[in-house]
């Protein structure tokens, strides 16, 4: 199979019974979830496969239990296809990003665990001391919402950005509730096809998360991390982390600045890439990379019929 690059969703793709299946036929998968379990003192894994979802959705689980699915999935496919070429890159969309420092190598499992299950903390607490949410608008580019964007924040003296430029007309934006609706009510007058807002209580990528990076610093500066095995593509950049000091940055910097998908995904595909395999739960990164650049291959590893059709398009 030709270059292949590995893609870890973000928050928003955790569902009710995720990572189950895996668990069940492949032993990685389920000691993975044990391991989860027995790091964070509660049942991950039950939460995980069982919800309830209103629980499962609460971003200081809703992070934890996304990395967890994500490298179960992983480490199934490492068990089931102990062949697997080794990826030419990997990348996470926001948190997602924490699963992908860990498929490289430069995070351990437990770290990363650790680390993610702070963010959602801090995210949570950021929310209760500046409340927002984030809206997606379809049919407009990054461009024009920017512009769009600066004109709410000045009219109403708030805080709203891009904050998911995640693929050609598909854009998120994020600030507190004054800007944020008055960006969305002008993106409708300016053609917009849909304009609807996402349900998170959380104005993520956005300024409004400043106090969270602040503690989150502490914690990353605290935690081992070692160069990536592989290049991984940062969601601020849209370009490698190549060195530690790098991926320290790019960590705390990602939880104000917008997640650049569309750009890093064409520089995978600019460097070679012309396969991508989604690991954990939904298909939402392979929908994208399908309007970003239909020409490539794409997989979707959520459960072991995934696998199976991953072994066999490598083995023809």
């Given at each position: 199979?030709?270059?292949?690059?590995?893609?870890?969703?973000?928050?928003?793709?955790?569902?009710?019974?995720?990572?189950?299946?895996?668990?069940?036929?492949?032993?990685?998968?389920?000691?993975?979830?044990?391991?989860?379990?027995?790091?964070?003192?509660?049942?991950?894994?039950?939460?995980?496969?069982?919800?309830?979802?209103?629980?499962?959705?609460?971003?200081?689980?809703?992070?934890?239990?996304?990395?967890?699915?994500?490298?179960?999935?992983?480490?199934?496919?490492?068990?089931?296809?102990?062949?697997?070429?080794?990826?030419?890159?990997?990348?996470?969309?926001?948190?997602?990003?924490?699963?992908?420092?860990?498929?490289?190598?430069?995070?351990?499992?437990?770290?990363?665990?650790?680390?993610?299950?702070?963010?959602?903390?801090?995210?949570?607490?950021?929310?209760?001391?500046?409340?927002?949410?984030?809206?997606?608008?379809?049919?407009?580019?990054?461009?024009?919402?920017?512009?769009?964007?600066?004109?709410?924040?000045?009219?109403?003296?708030?805080?709203?950005?891009?904050?998911?430029?995640?693929?050609?007309?598909?854009?998120?934006?994020?600030?507190?509730?004054?800007?944020?609706?008055?960006?969305m009510a002008a993106a409708g007058a300016a053609g917009a096809r849909k304009v609807?807002?996402?349900?998170?209580?959380?104005?993520?990528?956005?300024?409004?998360?400043?106090?969270?990076?602040?503690?989150?610093?502490?914690?990353?500066?605290?935690?081992?991390?070692?160069?990536?095995?592989?290049?991984?593509?940062?969601?601020?950049?849209?370009?490698?982390?190549?060195?530690?000091?790098?991926?320290?940055?790019?960590?705390?910097?990602?939880?104000?600045?917008?997640?650049?998908?569309?750009?890093?995904?064409?520089?995978?595909?600019?460097?070679?890439?012309?396969?991508?395999?989604?690991?954990?739960?939904?298909?939402?990164?392979?929908?994208?990379?399908?309007?970003?650049?239909?020409?490539?291959?794409?997989?979707?590893?959520?459960?072991?019929?995934?696998?199976?059709?991953?072994?066999?398009?490598?083995?023809?």
């Open positions: 199979m030709s270059a292949i690059a590995l893609l870890f969703p973000g928050q928003g793709s955790q569902t009710v019974g995720m990572a189950q299946e895996l668990a069940a036929r492949y032993r990685s998968a389920a000691d993975t979830l044990a391991e989860a379990d027995a790091l964070l003192g509660f049942s991950l894994s039950s939460l995980c496969f069982y919800g309830p979802a209103d629980e499962l959705t609460d971003t200081i689980n809703a992070q934890p239990a996304l990395l967890a699915a994500s490298v179960a999935a992983w480490r199934a496919v490492q068990e089931a296809i102990p062949h697997f070429p080794t990826p030419a890159a990997v990348a996470g969309h926001s948190m997602g990003e924490y699963s992908a420092l860990v498929a490289a190598g430069a995070l351990t499992f437990a770290d990363g665990l650790r680390l993610v299950r702070e963010r959602g903390r801090l995210m949570k607490e950021a929310d209760g001391r500046s409340p927002g949410g984030m809206a997606a608008v379809l049919g407009l580019d990054a461009d024009q919402m920017a512009a769009i964007c600066q004109e709410a924040a000045a009219a109403t003296g708030g805080i709203v950005q891009v904050a998911n430029d995640n693929c050609p007309g598909q854009v998120v934006i994020s600030g507190d509730e004054a800007a944020l609706e008055r960006a609807v807002r996402l349900a998170v209580s959380i104005a993520a990528h956005s300024p409004l998360m400043a106090p969270a990076a602040d503690e989150l610093r502490r914690a990353i500066e605290a935690t081992p991390i070692r160069p990536p095995a592989v290049p991984v593509i940062g969601n601020v950049t849209a370009r490698p982390l190549t060195d530690v000091a790098a991926i320290r940055e790019e960590l705390v910097a990602q939880l104000t600045a917008p997640v650049r998908w569309t750009e890093s995904m064409r520089y995978l595909v600019e460097q070679g890439i012309t396969t991508t395999v989604e690991l954990g739960p939904g298909d939402v990164l392979t929908g994208l990379m399908k309007r970003i650049e239909k020409a490539t291959r794409r997989f979707t590893v959520a459960d072991p019929a995934g696998i199976e059709t991953l072994r066999e398009a490598i083995a023809a």
